[in-house]
């Protein structure tokens, strides 16, 4: 079975500081991973993506983030965060080991994210 | 990527009566998916609905209480039958990430659903 686990809440950061909202798993084979942002009042628009490759991958708004295959974690990062990152983010897990039909994406817990100015 | 339209965006309902949402895509897909979204939960998926046959539900969740219609492939409904307060919570409809599985999901804006 898949799972994957948000530690934290919230994370609270001052604007221009670095930002990390932790992500670690748990598949049966290769995970595929995603990083997703929920604005207020909105549904879950898609960041980024690991699936194969440099271990670092970039996304939207100058988000990225690291596998990390021996801890498991696929831990979302800014350099320079803004009060407009100020969101919910959802990380998500696909296993490539299927069970059953199709293969299912599970969701941590999210994490909200206040940028303070 | 796909452009998902929900309806109704929220609702304040009252127990025992029954809502039905709707979520159109902009393209013609293959599978769509309803997720509840409770306040301070992840998202947990109800069913996924494929055009032409019907809906698979997750452990938990039954069509007497959550029908889903998927007349074509580009639109479907999902209903939230004689409801409770319980029930109140976000829903949201998805779209994407199949074949492969590599590829990410995409959602409509979510239902927001108060049950008095």
């Known amino acids: 079975a898949q799972s994957v686990a948000q530690p934290e809440d919230q994370v609270n950061v001052a604007e221009g500081n670095p930002l990390t909202v932790k992500c670690t798993y748990s598949v049966s084979g290769n995970p595929y991973l995603f990083w997703y942002v929920q604005y207020p009042n909105r549904g879950l628009q898609f960041l980024l993506k690991y699936i194969t490759g440099d271990n670092l991958v970039k996304g939207s708004y100058g988000f990225e983030a690291e596998f990390n295959k021996s801890q498991t974690s696929f831990h979302l990062k800014k350099p320079s965060a803004l009060v407009s990152d100020s969101a919910l983010y959802f990380c998500?897990?696909?296993?490539?080991?299927?069970?059953?039909?199709?293969?299912?994406?599970?969701f941590g817990t999210g994490t909200k994210l206040q940028v303070i100015p | 990527s796909a452009v998902i339209s929900q309806k109704p965006s929220r609702d304040i309902c009252q127990r025992g009566t029954s809502l039905t949402i709707q979520c159109q895509v902009d393209?013609?897909?293959?599978?769509m998916f309803w997720y509840r979204q409770q306040p301070g939960q992840s998202l947990t998926l109800i069913a996924t609905a494929n055009q032409g046959s019907e809906a698979t539900y997750e452990s938990g969740f039954v069509i007497d209480k959550f029908p889903i219609s998927r007349p074509n492939l580009t639109f479907s409904t999902l209903t939230v039958s004689n409801m409770s307060p319980e029930d109140s919570s976000i829903y949201l409809c998805s779209v994407g990430a199949g074949g492969a599985g590599n590829q990410p999901q995409h959602f409509g804006d979510g239902t927001r659903l108060s049950i008095l």
């Open positions: 998500a897990v696909r296993d490539t080991v299927r069970s059953g039909g199709y293969q299912k994406v599970t």
């Open positions: 393209s013609q897909v293959t599978m």
